[in-house]
């Protein structure tokens, strides 16, 4: 009986397994049959929840479900990030993950509480754009070389937002910093559109911040924009210098945007995620409102995503060693 028993067994499991892999495919073309989350890492009214708000109405369209935009502001979207890597794997929960925490964290952190490449999976990159320096209307300065200067005028003294530890608006303003010898002093806030606020207050002179969270900033007059981070000039935005243009050798900041799922999510989902968020990033209407915002869809494969951020975290490791950053 025993013999026998060993025989069978091995049978029966093989048999069971093929018997729940319709299931789990049924399960996966039946999805979703609920509002999906997509968590934003940063407050709402920025360039990342800009793009994000953008994104979910259509996608929740294509889905035949409502796509619910949650803001999880703090530490820089690092709340966001670990909350969305520690969901259930069942495609509810989803990430609208931003460069730094979906790449600079990885090495900013020493002891980052989820791992932003083991712990997702990669759906598809949205967008790419660039950041922006921008100051006071009444800073009295109009490009990047005053800016500098005024800075050396007054080490310490001049003030400088972003983000939140980490953020792209933070390591750009460090990167410029170390090329340029400057010091300013840095404010980290909850989000960019709350640093903004405070520029536009006089209560700190100048930032670095997403183009789509300040475009209409600059378009009224209430910033005045001094540099974009790209190599080229934003469309949008076609008198504004690089700052390569503006005299900064070398300084490029690409901020990236994309959709994730939590780790060991079925990859019948994680496809038909990444087939209805290209469709979606196809639209006219979604290439027009993200135009502007000097914005441009750039949709990819899971597969070339993933390859996509590992890239990135290495690059940002090296900025993150030269530039000195560090989490205050």
């Known amino acids: 009986m025993h013999r026998i028993r060993a025989y069978v067994t091995p049978i029966v499991i093989v048999l069971s397994g093929l018997a729940l892999a319709p299931l789990t495919v049924q399960a996966a073309d039946a999805y979703p049959t609920r509002p999906v989350r997509l968590l934003v890492g940063l407050a709402a009214g920025g360039?990342?929840?800009?793009?994000?708000?953008?994104?979910?109405?259509?996608?929740?369209?294509?889905?035949?479900?409502?796509?619910?935009?949650?803001?999880?502001a703090g530490s820089g979207g690092l709340i966001a990030a670990d909350t969305a890597a520690k969901a259930a794997p069942d495609g509810y929960t989803l990430l609208f993950g931003a460069l730094s925490y979906s790449a600079i964290f990885a090495s900013l952190y020493k002891n980052l509480p989820y791992d932003p490449v083991k712990d997702f999976a990669?759906?598809?990159?949205?967008?790419?754009?660039?950041?922006?320096?921008?100051?006071?209307?009444?800073?009295?300065?109009?490009?990047?070389?005053?800016?500098?200067?005024?800075?050396?005028?007054?080490?310490?003294?001049?003030?400088?937002?972003?983000?939140?530890?980490?953020?792209?608006?933070?390591?750009?303003?460090?990167m410029l910093k170390k090329r340029t010898g400057i010091e300013v002093s840095h404010v980290p806030y909850k989000g960019g559109a709350a640093a903004v606020i405070d520029l536009i207050g006089g209560h700190i002179q100048v930032m670095f911040d997403n183009l789509p969270g300040q475009i209409a900033y600059v378009?009224?007059?209430?910033?005045?924009?001094?540099?974009v981070t790209t190599t080229k000039r934003n469309f949008q935005l076609?008198?504004?210098?690089?700052?390569?243009?503006?005299?900064?050798?070398?300084?490029?900041?690409?901020?990236?945007?994309?959709?994730?799922?939590?780790?060991?999510?079925?990859?019948?989902?994680?496809?038909?995620?990444?087939?209805?968020?290209?469709k979606t990033l196809r639209l006219p209407e979604i290439r027009e409102r993200m135009a502007e915002q000097g914005a441009e869809p750039s949709p990819t494969t899971p597969k070339e995503f993933a390859a996509f951020q590992k890239a990135e975290v290495v690059k940002w490791a090296k900025v993150v060693r030269e530039s000195g950053a560090k989490v205050e």
């Open 219 to 227: 378009r009224s007059g209430r910033t005045r924009a001094l540099a």
């Open 122 to 174: 990669p759906i598809s990159r949205v967008t790419t754009v660039p950041n922006v320096l921008v100051v006071n209307p009444s800073f009295p300065v109009r490009s990047v070389s005053e800016f500098i200067a005024q800075a050396k005028a007054n080490p310490g003294k001049l003030s400088y937002g972003s983000s939140g530890n980490g953020s792209s608006l933070h390591l750009s303003m460090e």
């Open 238 to 278: 076609p008198e504004v210098p690089t700052m390569i243009e503006a005299g900064v050798p070398g300084f490029e900041v690409i901020v990236w945007y994309g959709v994730f799922a939590p780790a060991r999510v079925p990859v019948a989902i994680v496809t038909k995620l990444n087939t209805e968020l290209v």
């Open 47 to 72: 360039g990342t929840d800009v793009i994000a708000r953008i994104v979910a109405s259509k996608l929740g369209d294509a889905l035949g479900q409502p796509v619910v935009v949650e803001n999880r």
